[in-house]
Nanobody, 115 residues
Framework: VQFVESGGGLVQPGGSLRLSCAAS????????MSWYRQAPGKERELVATITSAGGSTTDADSMKGRFTISRDNAKNTLYLQMNSLKPEATAVYYC?????????WGQGSQITVSS
């Protein structure tokens, strides 16, 4: 199982970014996927989850309406569209899936929201 994340960087407050997570080594289309984030000095927290078919998503309350998770099963890729970013969104963002008893994580993408 391997994930390659891309799309992180520095953005001004109110700006937008889209994270991508390219998956390989497992049947991507059959597994739910999630985005998590970890801010400095804080625990890792769930951002959003999407089912295998993309028919259901769960976003943390603080991110509802601004963060959207999606997937392209033909491209084995997970996305996180982030709009109206606030400084408190500054964190390392990780994609993740669970296969059996194991959690598999991406390498992390740094998002910094600052003027």
């Amino acid at each position: 199982v391997q994930f390659v994340e891309s799309g992180g960087g520095l953005v001004q407050p109110g700006g937008s970014l889209r994270l991508s997570c390219a998956a390989s080594g497992f049947p991507f289309r059959t597994y739910a996927m999630s985005w998590y984030r970890q801010a400095p000095g804080k625990e890792r927290e769930l951002v959003a989850t999407i089912t295998s078919a993309g028919g259901s998503t769960t976003d943390a309350d603080s991110m509802k309406g601004r963060f959207t998770i999606s997937r392209d099963n033909a491209k084995n890729t997970l996305y996180l569209q982030m709009n109206s970013l606030k400084p408190e969104a500054t964190a390392v963002y990780y994609c993740k899936t669970r296969i059996g008893w194991y959690d598999y994580w991406g390498q992390g993408s740094q998002i910094t929201v600052s003027s």
